[in-house]
């Protein structure tokens, strides 16, 4: 079993920054993938930035140039730095985790992020 927990959510103003943190209860080195997605109300759930095998990244389009996806493998954290943040980026931000040992998905609670003047 393995425990996602996110922090760094909240309320801030468009142009403003936040940055995300998920801390895992287990080495993130052996992750097949670790990132983050987010999921805004009434749409579907949706890949924002991604750490896949190797550490290679994979950012969505709408967050290229303004989100950085970086990691410390020694306490096993990834965070998520947003920055010239836009009301459209308003969602919760979920933390995933897919270990090559375990073969599953492992998901935190979310944290909010709310972009409004």
């Known amino acids: 079993q393995v425990q996602l927990l996110e922090s760094g959510g909240g309320l801030v103003q468009p142009g403003g920054s936040l940055r995300l943190s998920c801390a895992a209860s287990r080495s993130i080195l052996s992750t097949n993938v670790m990132g983050w997605y987010r999921q805004a109300p009434g749409k579907e759930r949706e890949l924002v930035a991604i750490?896949?095998?190797?550490?290679?990244?994979n950012y969505a389009d709408s967050v290229k140039d303004r989100f950085t996806i970086s990691r410390d493998i020694a306490k096993n954290t990834v965070y998520l730095q947003m920055d010239s943040l836009k009301p459209e980026d308003t969602a919760v931000y979920y933390c995933?985790?897919?270990?090559?040992?375990?073969?599953?998905?492992?998901w935190g609670k979310g944290t909010l992020v709310t972009v409004s003047s």
């Open positions: 750490f896949t095998s190797g550490g290679s990244t």
């Open positions: 995933r985790g897919n270990w090559a040992a375990y073969g599953v998905d492992y």
